[in-house]
């Protein structure tokens, strides 16, 4: 049984660039949440998402973040015209419901 | 405003000994709390739980206390091992599904 999947691990982008970020939940999962973790801080909370519905977007940034969960494939989260201060790691969760949420590997971002 | 704290940022501990690692909360609807630990470039691991109507969790060498009325957790390892070392986070939500609150982190050494 395939934990959480993220991917890219590693992502470099120039400013002005978009990231995509992809993120498969564990099997049976439903809910998924993202997360940034910047250097010497913990994780903050960004989106959470159950199949076709945001549910609390409410520690995105208000512009050139968007993150989408279709019926079928991964969840992304899409940044748009990249800044440095984006450079963070982020991880995705997911959960069957109540409970504990189960992280994937992250994926670290890297803007030049 | 940080709802969920980790108060010490390191600890060390010999081999063999019990390693503390504590947490303070602020928000007194959080009603389920989590410890995590996470080792350089991977994600956060789950590694045990408590709702707000016990008081002690055991899982093996790791046992989480919840004090409600100090609003305040603590995850005891014993014996601690080397393979401990990693950082741990404390984290806590208000209902089953909703996203979790992190602290920053305390980062453990348990020496041989």
């Known amino acids: 049984n395939a934990g959480v999947m993220q991917n890219p691990r590693h992502l470099v982008r120039r400013r002005g660039q978009e990231a995509r970020l992809r993120c498969s939940p564990m099997k049976g999962h439903s809910h998924v949440y993202w997360y940034r973790q910047l250097p010497e801080e913990g994780l903050k909370f960004m989106v959470y998402?159950?199949?076709?519905?945001?549910?609390?977007e409410s520690g995105m940034p208000k512009e050139r973040f968007s993150a989408e969960f279709p019926k079928e494939g991964p969840s992304i989260l899409r940044i748009q015209q990249v800044v440095r201060g984006d450079s963070a790691a982020y991880f995705c969760a997911s959960s069957p419901g109540q409970g504990a949420k189960f992280f994937g590997p992250g994926t670290r971002l890297t803007v030049l | 405003d940080q709802q969920v704290k980790q108060n010490s940022p390191s600890l060390s501990v010999q081999e063999g000994r019990i390693s503390i690692l504590n947490c303070d909360y602020t928000n007194s609807m959080f009603d389920y709390f989590l410890w995590y630990k996470k080792y350089p470039a991977e994600g956060p691991t789950f590694l045990i739980s408590?709702?707000?109507?016990?008081d002690k969790n055991e899982d093996g060498r790791f046992t989480v206390f919840l004090n409600k009325s100090a609003k305040h957790l603590s995850l005891h390892i014993v014996p601690s091992q080397p393979g401990d070392s990693a950082v741990y986070f404390c984290a806590a939500s208000e209902r089953g599904n909703t996203p979790l609150v992190f602290g920053k982190g305390t980062r453990l050494s348990v020496i041989a």
């Open positions: 408590i709702s707000s109507i016990k």
């Open positions: 998402l159950q199949k076709e519905n945001i549910i609390d």
